[in-house]
């Protein structure tokens, strides 16, 4: 069955230093991978997107992720975390790009330390 | 608009009440999504609109859940004879078509008590 695990259910990270959040999928084929961040009470907002092309995909908020075909990975990563990046992060996917679900990870929760 | 709006943004009802949650896309998208997010979880997928029809209806849960978008715009999730369990945020999203991105709602929490 298609699926996205995301291994890490809550990490902290001090403000400054590297994030990488997990991401492994597993398709059939290579799918769409998308990169999504949710505040608390908020809506999901996009960070990034991979469909083809270039592997290391930048994003808003200074995010970028890279697509591993070999790993079935897609992580994301943020050179410096700022204590406004503490949040709920998803990792999605679907086969195409037009009028196919998205299949979302259970997520990742970031808390920031200073 | 410029953003997916849903309404409510809360609604608390009783067991067994019947519910309408709307969710009104960007204009101009044809394509519109509902998922659930329960506490803890990743959103998952309930159905899926192209147009004014259901062109994938596989995640909707039993045939409590029903859902339409009679002018292929507006959407209004209706779930009948509440539960409990049906208690989670309810987003929707939309994109255009062959779109390579899906704007997503701020979500109606439904309390079901």
């Known amino acids: 069955a298609q699926s996205v695990t995301q291994p890490d259910i809550h990490i902290t990270v001090s403000e400054g230093a590297s994030l990488e959040l997990r991401c492994n999928y597993s398709y059939g084929a290579t799918p769409y991978l998308f990169w999504y961040v949710q505040s608390p009470g908020q809506g999901l907002q996009l960070l990034l997107k991979?469909?083809?092309?270039?592997?290391l995909v930048q994003g808003i908020k200074g995010f970028e992720a890279e697509f591993k075909r070999s790993q079935s990975s897609f992580n994301l990563r943020k050179p410096s975390v700022h204590w406004s990046d503490a949040a709920e992060y998803f990792c999605a996917v679907t086969l195409n790009q037009a009028g196919t679900a998205l299949i979302f990870g259970k997520g990742t929760t970031l808390s920031v330390s200073s | 608009g410029a953003g997916v709006s849903q309404t409510p943004s809360n609604k608390v009802t009783e067991k067994g009440k019947y519910v309408e949650l709307r969710c009104d896309p960007i204009s101009g998208h044809t394509a519109l999504y509902w998922y659930r997010q329960s506490l803890g979880q990743g959103p998952e997928f309930l159905i899926y609109?192209?147009?004014?029809?259901?062109?994938?209806d596989s995640g909707l849960p039993n045939d409590r859940f029903f859902a339409v978008r009679p002018e292929g715009s507006v959407s209004t999730l209706k779930i009948q004879r509440t539960e409990r369990g049906d208690s989670a945020v309810y987003l929707c999203?939309?994109?255009?078509?062959?779109?390579?991105?899906?704007?997503f709602g701020s979500g109606t929490r439904l309390t079901v008590v």
């Open positions: 609109f192209q147009g004014t029809g259901a062109a994938d």
């Open positions: 991979y469909f083809s092309g270039d592997t």
């Open positions: 999203a939309s994109s255009e078509q062959g779109g390579s991105g899906y704007t």
